[in-house]
């Protein structure tokens, strides 16, 4: 078994805010993060697959192959957007960093199992601090 990265960036706005909640209560829970007027992160995305090389390409995945559909299904769709009101993917949820990478496995996941490979990790850089795994 072998393992494979592609890294990418992105910039985008978000909040963490309830909608059933009041603003002090998502104040309390979400602090800074819940600020009305919005904020952002210079995010930093790794999306890991498994699997075994193809012995007649000695690949696992193409990384061309890789970088376009990350860019295709994620990365253009959320790059210097507003993660609560731009994103498909994201309708619905609190944009949260934790369930940004579980909207991006979901919308990843099948199209790398079409290759052979199997999607392993999305890793989410919110800032050079803090990041998600997320492992399916």
Not at 22 to 45: I, S
């Amino acid at each position: 078994m072998i393992y494979i990265t592609r890294k990418a960036s992105f910039n985008a706005a978000h909040k963490l805010s309830r909608p059933d909640w009041t603003e002090d209560k998502n104040t309390e829970v979400y602090g800074k993060c819940a600020n009305p007027n919005w904020h952002g992160h210079n995010y930093q995305l790794y999306v890991t697959v498994k699997g075994e090389i193809n012995p007649e390409t000695g690949f696992l995945v193409d990384l061309k192959w890789l970088k376009d559909i990350t860019n295709t299904q994620v990365v253009d769709k959320i790059d210097h957007k507003n993660l609560n009101l731009d994103v498909d993917f994201m309708k619905g949820k609190l944009a949260s960093t934790e369930n940004l990478a579980i909207a991006i496995w979901d919308e990843l996941y099948a199209l790398i199992a079409e290759s052979g490979a199997q999607l392993h990790c999305i890793k989410i850089y919110e800032t050079e601090n803090n990041f998600v795994e997320y492992f399916g």
